[in-house]
């Protein structure tokens, strides 16, 4: 299903617009290919990690910055409802920003900009101002402060061939799709030939027992020829009526072809498996992970970026603080398809809770869970690992 945007809008609208409803079928298709982009990010967990003041060392943690990046961004979303806004945002308008304000308890509060102006500085960084923001009840607000990169996150995807290629194609398949509408419309739509001697007297209503044109006769007949209920055709023994197209119908075989052409087309721009984005996918496939390496990763990396540098900062970065996107959960796995694999970590030294973090599972509070067992035979060599073979 389709997510609705912001004042009811699906994805379908951005992209549409007002004036682009030629653009239907590639519109439609492209808008399957965000939502399935920007659903499989929304699910993901976002990892922090952070110094512990008691152990000095870089530990993921669980602070007010997860819980707004996961949880509450602001004071009227989740984190899984922004973060959809966000990669869509990006996706559809090739560009996004957050903006943060701080609240009375000094917690940095995200919102995603609708409208924003940025200055066109090319060696310093951009400031961005007139930004509005809103709710998902339609209300706006248009903000007074000027943003820069200390408290905005922004985001852009730039590659004009490319939106040129897209916009010439859409054109042409447009074109195209026009061109077999029209004519499965004409080959299936009934066309007759009322055929008449000429030189005939003046007609009588067999009604209404009144003279009738030749015309009114036509429009009667027509009536009866194209009625939704069963009708009762009245022709006189003069008339002749005669099917012109009645050998020349046509399927719909050389729309989905079009249409199915299209979908195919979109999927490979986006770097989407066809069995993934016809959900025609089997159990051997390996449609899924080529889906998360070739069409989500890279939207990982530029948002994990944004993330580092305006939300976390070079200083806290460069003594190892980070945020990252948990990828490991995206693939649902059921655990009892997993057992050999479970089996086989638990031997290289996984611990218990390390492994139900994989699976999605709950943490275990015991010290057993928390620890690392090496099951195989190893021995080091030289500082390197070697399996002894015992």
């Known amino acids: 299903m389709i997510k ?6 699906t994805i379908i609208d951005v992209l549409l617009g007002t004036n682009n409803k030629t653009d239907y079928i590639y ?78 308890t000094n917690s940095k509060l995200l919102y995603i900009a609708d409208d924003f102006n940025s200055t066109s500085s090319i060696l310093y960084g951009k400031v961005f101002s007139d930004v509005v923001i809103s709710d998902d009840e339609g209300n706006s607000l248009l903000l007074n402060k000027k ?88 022709l006189s023994e003069m008339f002749e009526l005669i099917n012109l197209n009645k050998d020349t119908k046509q399927s719909l075989s050389d729309y989905k072809d079009e249409i199915e052409q299209i979908g195919n087309i979109v999927a490979k721009t986006w770097n989407i498996p066809l069995d993934v984005f016809n959900g025609s996918k089997t159990e051997k496939s390996t449609g899924n992970n080529d889906f998360i390496t070739f069409a989500v990763s890279p939207y990982f990396e530029l948002l994990e970026d ?42 290289d030294g996984f611990s218990r809770n390390e492994i139900n973090k994989f699976l999605g599972l709950p943490r275990i509070d015991e010290p057993w869970a928390d620890e690392h067992n090496l099951t195989k035979n190893y021995a080091n060599v030289k500082g390197g690992v070697e399996e002894n073979g015992e």
């Not at 939300?311 to 050999?340: P, Q």
């Open 4 to 9: 609705r945007m912001k004042n009811g809008e």
């Open 27 to 104: 519109t439609l298709a492209e808008a399957h290919a965000i939502d399935l982009i920007a659903k499989t990010i929304a699910k993901c967990e976002i990892q922090v990690f952070a110094k512990n003041s008691k152990t000095n060392k870089i530990e993921e943690t669980k602070d007010d910055v997860y819980w707004r990046l996961n949880l509450q961004p602001n004071n009227n979303e989740n984190g899984t409802m922004f973060l959809y806004k966000l990669v869509t945002r990006l996706l559809t308008e090739k560009k996004a920003l957050i903006i943060m304000n701080r609240d009375f």
């Open 147 to 234: 943003y820069n990169s200390e408290d905005s996150i922004y985001f852009s995807l730039k590659n004009s061939n490319l939106v040129a290629a897209k916009s010439d194609y859409k054109s042409n398949s447009s074109k195209i799709l026009n061109a077999v509408s029209k004519s499965f419309i004409q080959s299936n739509t009934p066309k007759w030939r009322l055929k008449f001697p000429g030189n005939q007297p003046t007609m009588i209503d067999a009604e209404t027992k009144e003279p009738i044109s030749y015309e009114k006769y036509k429009e009667k007949i027509t009536e009866g020829l194209f009625s939704e209920e069963e009708a009762i055709v009245m």
């Open 306 to 347: 944004g993330y580092n540098i305006s939300y976390v900062g070079k200083k806290d970065y460069l003594r190892g603080e980070y945020i990252k996107f948990n990828r490991f959960n995206i693939n649902h796995r059921d655990i009892i398809d997993s057992a050999n694999g479970i089996d086989k970590l638990t031997a």
